[in-house]
């Protein structure tokens, strides 16, 4: 009876995680947002944006790995080199809906900028 609880108890836990679990959104107010680049992420990583709207994304990285030194938005263009411990500031231009992704050169460091 335990155990068919415990297994039971596994179960949920799994569909929760590979089904029911989404990533935390940020959703952005202001004209501008920081993000910090450490430990393999960045923190927000998932970004809610208003359309067309021109938004400052403020990274901070505090990875001294070289990996991490650039931040790439596919789609935009884009490509930022990060000083280490110094604010820099990504200027995105007003967006259409739709969903970008912004990495590290490697794609170790993932995030998403979604456009609603
Ligand atoms: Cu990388």
Redo the contacts with the bound molecule.
Sequence with gaps: MFINLLGLALIIFIVWWFWLYKPEKTKVLDDEITITVENGVYQPANITLPANKAVSLRFIRKDASP??STVVFDGLEISQELPLNKAQVVSLPPLERGEYAFT??????KGSISVQ
Excluded at 104 to 109: F, K, L, R, V, W
């Design positions: 990996c991490a590290c050169q490697m794609q170790m460091y």
